[in-house]
C-alpha cells in the first residue's frame, strides 16, 4: 500500500545551484584558460615595443661623488643642549646644498670644461614634438654668446642632482649625460670647482682681515708712541724725587701722573700685540687657506648605463601588454553573451541613415 502511494507522488526535482554574483578566482582562471590565446599574442606585442624602445632610446649615464662638510659651530653653543647644535649644523649642510647648486658653481665648471662648446649642453636634442615641427619649420637663428651660456647653464642644472646623505655631513654630487666619462668629469669637476671657491672666499676674507688689521695695527701704533713720548717728557721734566702735589693744566684739571701715563702705555702695548698676534695669523690664514670640505668618494667611470633600465621597461611593457589583452577577452566575451544588442540596434540604425 505504502509502494504504491510513494510510486504516484511526483519526482522531486533537485533545486538548481545558486548563482553568484560575485567573480571567484576560479572564474577568472577559466576566463584566462579560455582567452590564453589573445592575452598572450598581447603580451608578447608589449615586450616588443619594450624591447624596441630599450634598444633605440639614448643611454644615459650616471656618475657620483660624495664630499664631506667640515662644520664650524661656536663653542658657547656647543655647551647648550644638543637641539641647538643639531639646528644649527643643519642649517648649515643645507647652506652648502645650496651653494653646489648656485649658478656660480655652474658657471666655474662650464668654464673650466668648456661646455659652451658641447652640443649636448648648447643643443640639446627635441623631443618627438620638437623633430616634427622641425621638420615643416625653418632652422633655428644662431645663437650669440649670451644665449649658448643660458642654454649650457640650463642644461647643466637639468643633468645635476645634489643631496645629502641621511642626516649625515656627507653631500653626494650626482651627473647625467650621454657619455660616461664625461659625467664622472662633470661632477668631479663640480665637486672641485666648490673647493675652489670656498678657498677662494677665505682667501678674499683673509685678504680683508688683514688689510683692516694692518691700518689699526698703524693707528695704535701712533698711540703707543705719543704715550710712550708723554711718559719720557714727564719723566724729564720733574724730580720725583721731591714729592709734589699734583699740578693742574690750563684748562684747570689735574695733569696725568706718570703711573698713569705708564698705565696708559701698557694698555696700548698690550692691543698692539694682540693686534699684532691676529695680522700674524691672518697672514698665515691668507697664504695657506684650507677648506671646509673635502672629497670622500670620486667620481668614476661608470659601466653601465642607469637610463633605460631594461628590466623595468620589459616588466611594465608585458604587463601593459596583458592588461591590453585581457581587455580586449572582456570585451569579446561581453558581446557573445549579449549577442542581440547589435541585432536590436541594427533597424534604428538602418532609419538614421548610418
Not at 6 to 27: C, F, G, K, L, M
Not at 145 to 173: H, K, P, T
Not at 184 to 192: E, G, L, Q, Y
Amino acid at each position: 500500500m505504502l509502494d504504491s502511494v510513494q510510486n504516484r507522488r511526483p519526482p522531486v526535482e533537485p533545486h538548481p545551484a545558486p548563482h553568484s554574483e560575485y567573480i571567484r578566482p576560479a572564474d577568472l582562471a577559466r576566463f584566462t584558460k579560455r582567452n590564453i590565446s589573445i592575452i598572450g599574442a598581447c603580451t608578447l606585442a608589449g615586450l616588443a615595443l619594450g624591447a624596441l624602445y630599450v634598444n633605440t632610446a639614448e643611454p644615459i649615464y650616471l656618475a657620483k661623488t660624495q664630499l664631506l662638510i667640515a662644520t664650524r659651530t661656536p663653542q658657547l653653543l656647543r655647551d647648550q643642549v644638543g637641539e641647538v647644535v643639531f639646528s644649527l649644523d643643519n642649517a648649515q649642510v643645507e647652506s652648502q646644498l645650496a651653494v653646489l647648486r648656485s649658478e656660480n658653481n655652474s658657471s666655474a665648471v662650464i668654464d673650466r670644461l668648456h661646455l659652451t662648446d658641447d652640443p649636448e649642453f648648447v643643443s640639446p636634442k627635441p623631443g618627438l614634438l620638437g623633430r616634427i615641427t622641425g621638420m615643416f619649420g625653418s632652422p633655428p637663428p644662431a645663437l650669440g654668446d649670451f644665449e649658448r651660456r643660458r642654454i649650457a647653464i640650463s642644461s647643466f642644472e637639468q643633468g645635476l642632482d645634489v643631496r645629502r646623505v641621511g642626516l649625515s655631513y656627507v653631500i653626494e654630487i650626482s651627473f647625467a649625460s650621454r657619455e660616461a666619462d664625461k659625467a664622472s668629469r662633470i661632477a668631479n669637476a663640480t665637486a672641485a670647482a666648490y673647493i675652489d671657491g670656498q678657498v677662494e672666499s677665505r682667501l678674499e676674507a683673509a685678504r680683508q682681515g688683514s688689510d683692516w688689521l694692518e691700518s689699526r695695527i698703524s693707528d695704535i701704533r701712533g698711540q703707543l708712541n705719543a704715550a710712550v713720548e708723554r711718559v719720557q717728557q714727564l719723566k724729564s721734566s720733574h724730580d720725583y724725587r721731591v714729592v709734589r702735589e699734583p699740578e693742574a693744566g690750563p684748562d684747570g684739571r689735574a695733569r696725568p701722573t706718570l703711573e698713569e701715563l705708564e698705565a696708559t702705555a701698557a694698555t696700548y702695548r698690550k692691543i698692539y700685540e694682540t693686534f699684532l698676534q691676529s695680522y700674524s695669523e691672518a697672514v698665515q690664514r691668507e697664504s695657506a687657506p684650507a677648506p671646509d670640505a673635502r672629497v670622500i668618494t670620486p667620481a668614476t667611470r661608470p659601466l653601465s648605463n642607469t637610463y633605460p633600465r631594461t628590466r623595468p621597461i620589459l616588466g611594465l611593457s608585458a604587463v601593459l601588454g596583458a592588461m591590453l589583452g585581457f581587455g580586449i577577452a572582456l570585451i569579446q566575451h561581453t558581446r557573445r553573451r549579449h549577442p542581440t544588442w547589435a541585432a536590436e540596434r541594427r533597424p534604428e540604425l538602418a532609419r538614421e541613415g548610418v
